[in-house]
């Protein structure tokens, strides 16, 4: 039986998508040799964590079954140089993408090892040869929310069952950007939209969950300093 001197969740994250922040953030408060017991329901964490265990001078003592998770156990090394250096570099990340002119009204999107076409921004047809930048920044909205909301109950272990977006948004005047006419403004309005959870949890952590999310979301937090954004977080059972 091994007794840690302190317990981090990483939920559902792996290794590469944050779960190592987390464990680098717990671990800073203690003293080398002392035991860090991370819970994880991600599988591939029990390769992962070993291997970077071993790269960073800590020692991976094991891993036994927990209540619908996976308890691992590290003991710390004595080097703090590594975390700090990590810490700083997640805070100066710069997300870079490269685009190119593609076949008519189209562009192609490079982001890291994916490649996407984008249409026209407004293109009002029900089939198009590809997304819209407008498609793209509501799918931006809403992926951030949908995945925050997922991560932040991951992380309390709050169980979900199913989770839905559903946005829409116009702007203020589209004849002034199709150049119909010579008076407006292309910006987007507003946006508005629900956003649907299905959870055998309280009402009242789903709210504050929920609450938390938009507090944490780059994409939410940037767009409102100029746009209405009203989305309505509805529980559905």
Not at 97 to 106: E, F, P, S
Not at 171 to 184: K, P, R, S
Not at 210 to 232: D, G
């Amino acid at each position: 039986m091994i007794n840690p001197n302190a317990v981090c969740d990483g939920g559902d994250l792996d290794c590469g998508s944050g779960l190592l922040l987390i464990i680098k953030k717990a671990m800073d408060p203690l003293e080398g040799g002392q035991i860090l017991e991370v819970r994880s329901r991600e599988r591939t964490v029990a390769e992962d964590l070993p291997a970077w265990c071993r790269m960073v001078n800590h020692e991976f003592l094991g891993s036994e079954p927990g209540d619908h998770t996976t308890l691992y156990f590290i003991r710390k090394g004595s080097s703090q140089e590594e975390l700090a250096n990590e810490l700083e570099a997640a805070k100066g990340y710069k997300w870079n993408v490269r685009v190119q002119g593609g076949n008519g009204l189209t562009a192609k999107v490079h982001s890291r090892n994916h490649t996407f076409a984008a249409g026209q921004p407004a293109d009002f047809s029900p089939k198009v040869e590809a997304p819209s930048a407008i498609d793209y920044l509501l799918g931006s909205l809403a992926s951030c929310l949908t995945v925050g909301f997922k991560a932040q109950a991951s992380r309390k272990n709050i169980e979900l069952d199913h989770v839905e977006v559903s946005l829409k948004a116009g702007l203020e005047n589209v004849l002034f950007h199709l150049e119909l006419e010579n008076e407006g403004s292309p910006r987007i309005e507003s946006i508005s939209g629900a956003f649907y959870v299905s959870s055998p949890e309280d009402e009242e952590e789903l709210q504050t969950l929920w609450e938390q999310t938009l507090k944490r979301s780059p994409i939410y937090q940037t767009l409102k300093q100029s746009i209405e954004i009203k989305i309505q977080f509805s529980i559905v059972y």
